[in-house]
């Protein structure tokens, strides 16, 4: 059983920026894509960010590309959301996750994953 716990997420004002971090209870490298999706009320869990296992690929949805960035440091067990320029639509609670499946097309799908965090709020005003 894989424990991730995210934290880094705060209120910020539009415009600012904000790190969010997840850490594993094992380490991931070589074994698991990592992802990031976020979850606001009343609407499903959405796809952010994703990483290869070897961090050769990074994918991000449309909607934060050029402005979120995912990294992961794998001798720290350790995945990272690089958020800049935050804007109110950001608004949700961010979920970091790990899958140990293999090949391509499922990234992006909840459903995918195997072990999740409990979730950080990350609130922006405008």
């Known amino acids: 059983q894989v424990q991730l716990v995210e934290s880094g997420g705060g209120s910020v004002q539009a415009g600012d920026s904000l790190r969010l971090s997840c850490t594993a209870s094992?380490?991931?490298?070589?074994?698991?894509?990592m992802g990031w999706f976020r979850q606001s009320p009343g609407k499903e869990r959405e796809f952010v960010s994703a990483?290869?296992?070897?961090?050769?690929?990074?994918y991000h949805a449309g909607s934060v590309r050029g402005r979120f960035t995912i990294s992961r440091d794998k001798t720290k067990n350790t995945l990272f959301l690089q958020m800049d320029r935050l804007r109110p639509e950001d608004t949700a609670v961010y979920y970091c996750?790990?899958?140990?499946?293999?090949?391509?097309?499922?990234?992006?799908?909840?459903?995918?994953?195997?072990?999740w965090g409990q979730g950080t709020q990350v609130t922006v005003s405008s």
């Open positions: 094992e380490r991931t490298s070589g074994n698991y894509v």
């Open positions: 996750a790990a899958s140990s499946r293999s090949g391509m097309g499922w990234y992006s799908q909840p459903s995918a994953y195997n072990y």
């Open positions: 990483i290869s296992a070897n961090n050769a690929n990074k």
